[in-house]
């Protein structure tokens, strides 16, 4: 029997999605201030910012299980605390090695209460009958761009503390107020068990797999994001030389175009299957991040606001096409394996931790050993290899 959501339960579990997506990427911004508070270089800086998928694979691991034993209540109440804490701490460090202590547990902070609310998610979605987890990953990102516009709006005359400390205090009040209100609809320990797809961590070391081609289809799918949220603001600022709140545009319209794809993902794709929509997006995607980025190194030199408008352009339209593409591995993943979703969806987000460090590692060595136009080519030609890892994800496992 079906149990229907409430208008105050689907509200509060909204905001804890859009709150999260408002919180968590308030830094992406500003990022070119933390790097100059710590006054280390571009390299250093990328590994530092990298050392929180350390912390968020930790959680990966284990939160499961402790989701299972204390229920989404105490943890949400937990994480949340330690990741606003901890982002509150990152803006005011001036030593890398405090910087990278509270950057990892900034990361097993966010994704413990990441693992939280998608558990509650799940549960709710199954119970109810009615698909929620597309909107509620929209609501996320509609946050992400809601904390750009912000960044964009008032960075030029408003300090990074006064920025981040209030809004972070805000959402922060607005979430433990969303928590305590949906106090009684929240799964209790005794209450998740495997069927809410919730891990356990001796399901997770016992029968840990890799799925290559899903896995590095999905680092490629994603590590042009992740890319654009570490540099993309710092990019704006040392190569075009633009004000703080102009450097937030090319982030803010990458963010905005994602929002526009998730929503309308549907529409888009008709009768269409994945593969035949997701191949063409990521490969003009990619191409025309590429082709936009090269094109404005060269135009700056002679014209500064042609070659940033240029710049600004390929994040809007690579953002259109790496929309939808990552949550579709998460169905490939669970097509081509026996076991059940949570353990799924677990194992290939901790394998994804592990390379996404890498990745972020390697193109901060990139660029420090060349320069950060150089680096952030790879995550473009990464987004049109999409398009061969969807083909090979298309087919079962040994088909």
């Not at 990953?137 to 960075?155: D, P």
């Not at 799924?344 to 592990?354: C, F, I, M, S």
């Amino acid at each position: 029997m079906n149990k229907p959501l409430e208008g105050s339960e689907l509200r509060h579990l909204q905001a804890f999605f859009f709150l999260f997506g408002l919180g968590i990427m308030c830094l992406a911004p500003r990022l070119p201030e933390i790097k100059a508070n710590l006054d280390v270089s571009t390299a250093y800086f990328g590994f530092l910012m990298s050392t929180g998928s350390i912390g968020a694979l930790s959680a990966q691991l284990v939160m499961g299980h402790v989701v299972h034993r204390l229920g989404v209540y105490r943890v949400l109440i937990y994480s949340s605390t330690l990741t606003y804490l901890t982002l509150g701490f990152l803006i005011e460090l001036e030593s890398a090695a405090i910087y990278l202590v509270m950057n990892i547990a900034c990361g097993f902070a966010w994704a413990s209460y990441h693992i939280a609310i998608n558990a509650q998610a799940l549960h709710r979605q199954k119970e109810s009958g009615k698909q929620i987890i597309p909107m509620l990953h929209g609501l996320w990102s509609a946050g992400a761009v809601a904390t750009a516009f912000t960044a964009l709006l008032i960075s030029s005359f408003v300090s990074l503390n006064w920025h981040i400390l209030t809004l972070i205090s805000v959402v922060y009040s607005l979430t433990l107020r969303s928590i305590n209100a949906s106090k009684n609809y929240l799964l209790q320990g005794h209450e998740v068990t495997e069927d809410d797809e919730v891990v356990t961590f001796r399901q997770m070391i016992t029968s840990f797999h890799i799925d290559w081609v899903v896995s590095l289809g999905f680092l490629c799918a994603l590590m042009l994001e992740v890319s654009i949220g570490d540099w993309a603001t710092i990019m704006a600022r040392q190569e075009f030389g633009v004000s703080k709140s102009v450097a937030v545009t090319p982030y803010f319209l990458f963010m905005g175009a994602m929002v526009i794809g998730r929503l309308t993902y549907s529409r888009i794709k008709g009768d269409r299957s994945a593969k035949e929509l997701v191949q063409p997006f990521v490969v003009m995607g990619g191409t025309i991040f590429l082709a936009c980025l090269s094109l404005s190194m060269q135009i700056k030199e002679s014209n500064l606001a042609l070659g940033y408008s240029v710049f600004c352009l390929g994040f809007l339209l690579s953002g259109f096409g790496i929309s939808f593409v990552g949550p579709l591995f998460f169905g490939y993943a669970s097509a081509r394996s026996g076991k059940p979703g949570g353990v799924v969806v677990a194992e290939l987000g901790a394998v994804n931790q592990v390379l996404t460090f890498i990745g972020r590692a390697v193109i901060s060595l990139v660029a420090g050993a060349a320069t950060l136009p150089i680096a952030m080519a790879i995550p473009g030609v990464m987004l049109i290899l999409v398009a061969f890892f969807v083909a090979a994800a298309s087919h079962p496992k040994g088909a």
